[in-house]
């Protein structure tokens, strides 16, 4: 079976145009008591245009923001890979995030305190653009504020990484540098 994970449209587009390799999730209102946990390696972006707020979004990725242009249809346009994921649980290290991904630091406080349980997830992605978009209707059990959604049994071809390898293991770096224990 292939997975999508839903995510902002904008976020989808910043990873899809490397301009960010980053995402911070905590989940969606539907999840598990647990909240979101990365139960997939692999899986489709799910661009989502609910609840997309500019005031969450760093200046730079404001102009990615857009109405759906194909309503009641997802248009699955690139395949993540998940290189690295860390548990952050502390505010000083999310917060220290925000250079490296779309939200602000407010979303990222925010998110971090969602629900009293104080810690979010930081996924470090390798996104590879698929050959040929792939269109599907929406359908009423890809609905409501989950993260990740089944998607029927489809055929992928992604194509190389947005991101170059050295630029994504530079960023790993860097990323894993403000993750690390202190002393």
């Known amino acids: 079976?292939?997975?999508?994970?839903?995510?902002?449209?904008?976020?989808?587009?910043?990873?899809?145009?490397?301009?960010?390799?980053?995402?911070?999730?905590?989940?969606?209102?539907?999840?598990?008591?647990?909240?979101?946990?990365?139960?997939?390696?692999?899986?489709?972006?799910?661009?989502?245009?609910l609840h997309q707020n500019p005031a969450e979004l760093r200046p730079e990725f404001?102009?990615?923001?857009?109405?759906?242009?194909?309503?009641?249809?997802?248009?699955?346009?690139?395949?993540?890979?998940?290189?690295?994921?860390?548990?952050?649980?502390?505010?000083?290290?999310?917060?220290?995030?925000?250079?490296?991904?779309?939200?602000?630091?407010?979303?990222?406080e925010r998110r971090f305190h969602y629900r009293n349980r104080p810690w979010v997830h930081a996924l470090l992605l390798r996104v590879r653009p698929v050959a040929q978009p792939l269109v599907l209707e929406e359908t009423p059990e890809m609905l409501g504020c989950v993260s990740w959604v089944p998607l029927p049994e489809i055929r992928i071809e992604a194509q190389e990484s947005v991101l170059r390898e050295e630029a994504l293991t530079q960023l790993q770096e860097e990323v894993g540098g403000i993750l690390r224990p202190q002393a």
Do not use: N
């Open 62 to 108: 404001i102009s990615m923001l857009r109405d759906d242009p194909q309503p009641g249809q997802i248009v699955l346009t690139a395949l993540a890979e998940v290189v690295a994921v860390h548990k952050v649980e502390t505010l000083e290290q999310a917060l220290a995030l925000e250079p490296y991904q779309a939200l602000t630091a407010g979303a990222i």
């Open 1 to 49: 079976m292939v997975f999508s994970i839903k995510e902002w449209d904008a976020q989808c587009q910043a990873l899809t145009t490397a301009r960010t390799a980053l995402l911070i999730r905590k989940g969606g209102i539907m999840e598990t008591h647990g909240g979101f946990e990365v139960e997939h390696r692999q899986f489709l972006l799910y661009p989502t245009f």
